[in-house]
C-alpha cells in the first residue's frame, strides 16, 4: 500500500461556499437553454422544477458522506468504504467523467463568449489558453485557489443579479408560454441533461473536503448555503431570459445572457456591451473551480492505487497535486477537440448521474454495516429523502440513456477500458 500523502487543510465556510457555486455557477451561463430546443419553455421548466427537487435531496444525503469522510476521493472513498475495490472504482470513474467533461465545455463557452466580444479571437485558442491559465493558479497553493474563487464568484453572483435586475422590466408571462404546442412530455425527459447542467459539480466540494477547516462543521454550512443560492439563481435566470422575446432565438447559442439583454435592452445599449465582457465572470468561476476539483479526484483514485502512482505527488513547495492538474488538462483538451458543447455536457451529466447513485447506495450501505459512525449531520427525513434522490437520480439517468444512445455507450465503452487498466494497475502495485 503506498504511503499516504495528504493535503494543506485551510478552506473556511465563505471559501467553500464561493468553490460550490463557483463549480456551478457557469451552468446559469450558459448550456442550459439548449433544453429549450428540445422541451420548449414550459417542458424545460418542468424538467429543472424535477432537477431542482433531485438536488435538494441529493445535497441533504450528500452532506452526511462528506462529513463523515472527509476525503478528497469523495464519492470514491464513499463506495470504497461502503462495497470494496469494485465500487469503488464505479464511482471513481463515473467523478472523474463528470469533473473532466465540465472544463471543456465550460472552456468552449469561455471561447465563444470571447469570440462574440471580438470576432478575430478563436474560439479553440481562447479554449486552450483558458486551461494554461487555470492550471497555472491551481498549482500555486489550496489558500491562493481558494481565495481567487471567492473573489470571482462574488463578481460572478453579483453580474448575475445585476443581469437579473436588468432583464427584470421587460419580462413578459405570454412570451414564457409562447411557441410551446410543438412540444410533447417526451421533451421534458430529453431536456434533463440541461436542467441538471444548473446545478452540475456541486457534488465538488467533496473532493476538497479533506483540505477543509474544521470540516464537520464547515462543509454543512458550505453545501446549504451554496445550493440555496444556486436554486433562486437558476430559477430566476431561466425565466426572466425566457420572457423578454422570443427564446427560440436563445436556444441553441453558448451566449443566452447577452444575447438576453440586447434584446431587452437594444444592442447599443452600453449595459448590453459591459455585460457581454463581464460574463466572462461565471465562466471563469466555473472553470477554475471545476479544474480543482478534477485534479483532487485523479489525486485520490491515484493515491488509492487505482491510477499511477505519480499522479499522486504533491508538489513540494506549493502542496498541490501538479500531475494530477496537468493530467485531466490533457484529457480535458482532447474532449475539447472532438465535441460539440452539447455532447459533453451529456457526458459530464452520465458521470454525474452514476456517481449519485453510487454515493446513495453507499450511504444506505454504511448506515447499515457503520451504525457507530461519526455523523456530525444526519440525513432530515432518513430514509425517505435519499430514496426519493436515488429514484430520481435513476429515473433521469434511463432518460438520459433513452435520448443519447450513443453518448451512453461510449461512457460504457470507457468505463470497460478504465477497468482493465484499472486491474492491471492492481497487478502492477
Not at 464519492?75 to 468504504?81: G, I, Q, S, T, V
Amino acid at each position: 500500500m503506498p504511503e499516504k500523502t495528504s493535503l494543506k487543510k485551510a478552506i473556511t465556510t465563505t471559501q467553500l461556499w464561493a468553490i460550490a457555486v463557483g463549480m456551478v455557477i457557469s451552468g446559469e451561463y450558459f448550456g442550459w437553454n439548449y433544453g429549450w430546443a428540445v422541451a420548449g419553455t414550459v417542458g424545460f421548466l418542468i424538467a429543472t422544477l424535477l432537477v431542482t427537487v433531485l438536488y435538494l435531496a441529493f445535497i441533504f444525503s450528500y452532506t452526511e458522506l462528506t462529513t463523515a469522510i472527509p476525503d478528497a476521493g469523495g464519492p470514491f472513498a464513499y463506495a470504497l468504504r461502503a462495497f470494496g475495490p469494485t465500487g469503488g472504482f464505479v464511482a471513481g470513474f463515473a467523478t472523474l467523467v463528470d469533473f473532466l467533461m465540465a472544463p471543456p465545455a465550460i472552456a468552449a463557452a469561455l471561447g465563444a463568449y470571447a469570440h462574440f466580444l471580438n470576432p478575430a479571437l478563436s474560439v479553440l485558442w481562447v479554449a486552450v489558453g483558458s486551461y494554461v491559465v487555470f492550471i497555472g493558479i491551481n498549482l500555486l497553493g489550496i489558500r491562493e485557489s481558494a481565495n481567487f474563487s471567492v473573489i470571482i464568484t462574488f463578481l460572478s453572483v453579483a453580474e448575475l443579479v445585476v443581469f437579473l435586475l436588468l432583464v427584470a422590466p421587460a419580462y413578459r408571462t405570454e412570451n414564457v408560454l409562447a411557441h410551446n404546442d410543438e412540444f410533447g412530455v417526451g421533451g421534458v425527459f430529453a431536456a434533463i441533461p440541461f436542467a441538471i447542467w444548473f446545478y452540475l459539480a456541486i457534488e465538488g466540494v467533496a473532493m476538497v473536503a479533506e483540505e477543509v477547516k474544521d470540516p464537520q462543521k464547515t462543509i454543512p454550512r458550505g453545501y446549504l448555503l451554496s445550493i440555496a443560492t444556486l436554486v433562486v439563481l437558476a430559477l430566476a435566470t431561466m425565466l426572466l431570459c425566457a420572457g423578454v422575446g422570443d427564446w427560440r432565438q436563445l436556444s441553441n447559442i453558448d451566449y443566452p445572457l447577452p444575447e438576453t439583454l440586447a434584446m431587452a435592452l437594444g444592442r447599443q445599449n452600453p449595459w448590453s456591451k459591459l455585460f457581454a465582457g463581464l460574463g466572462l465572470f461565471g465562466l471563469i468561476a466555473s472553470f477554475h473551480a471545476n479544474t480543482l476539483g478534477y485534479s483532487r479526484q485523479i489525486f485520490a483514485l491515484a493515491r488509492a492505487g487505482y491510477l499511477p502512482r505519480f499522479l499522486a505527488d504533491v508538489n513540494a513547495r506549493f502542496q498541490t497535486p501538479h500531475w494530477s492538474l496537468i493530467a485531466g488538462g490533457l484529457v480535458g483538451l482532447a474532449a475539447l477537440f472532438s465535441g460539440t458543447t452539447g455532447q459533453i455536457i451529456t457526458l459530464s451529466v452520465i458521470g454525474a448521474l452514476v456517481m449519485y447513485i453510487s454515493s446513495l447506495l453507499s450511504l444506505f450501505r454504511l448506515r447499515k454495516t457503520e451504525p457507530t459512525l461519526s455523523r456530525p449531520f444526519q440525513t432530515p427525513g432518513y430514509p425517505f429523502i435519499p430514496v426519493l434522490a436515488l429514484v430520481l437520480s435513476i429515473v433521469c439517468l434511463l432518460a438520459i440513456g433513452w435520448y443519447n444512445p450513443g453518448l451512453s455507450l461510449l461512457f460504457v465503452g470507457l468505463m470497460a477500458v478504465a477497468w482493465l487498466l484499472f486491474r492491471w494497475q492492481l497487478r502492477a502495485n
